[in-house]
């Protein structure tokens, strides 16, 4: 099993970034998938997850507007584009379901809100 998240960087405040995590090993319409960020120095935290049939199950205050999850369970993906991207958006991402067992952690996607 391997999740590989992509298409983190450098962006400036105000900017927009879309993420990908590829789901490997699982199939993808069987798990609840989220995306989590963890800062430096703080915990891991989950920001958004998603049902099987692409209804949004929690959503964070921080990112409530900006953050748009997507799920496309045919090529075992699920994407989050991110917009009005501020300061403290800067973190690793990660995907992942928060149901009871995890799968096993990737390497996660580094995005870094800075001017």
């Known amino acids: 099993v391997q999740l590989q998240a992509s298409g983190g960087g450098l962006v400036q405040p105000g900017g927009s970034l879309r993420l990908a995590c590829e789901v490997s090993?699982?199939?993808?319409?069987?798990?609840?998938m989220g995306w989590y960020r963890q800062a430096p120095g703080k915990q891991r935290e989950l920001i958004i997850s998603?049902?099987?049939?692409?209804?949004?199950?929690y959503l964070e205050d921080s990112v409530k507007g900006r953050f748009t999850m997507s799920r496309f369970n045919y090529k075992n993906t699920v994407s989050l584009q991110m917009n009005n991207l501020k300061p403290e958006d800067t973190a690793v991402y990660y995907c992942?379901?928060?149901?009871?067992?995890?799968?096993?952690w990737g390497q996660g996607t580094q995005v870094t809100v800075s001017s």
């Open positions: 992942n379901t928060p149901e009871s067992r995890p799968l096993p």
């Open positions: 090993g699982v199939t993808l319409s069987t798990y609840v």
């Open positions: 998603m049902s099987s049939g692409s209804s949004t199950t």
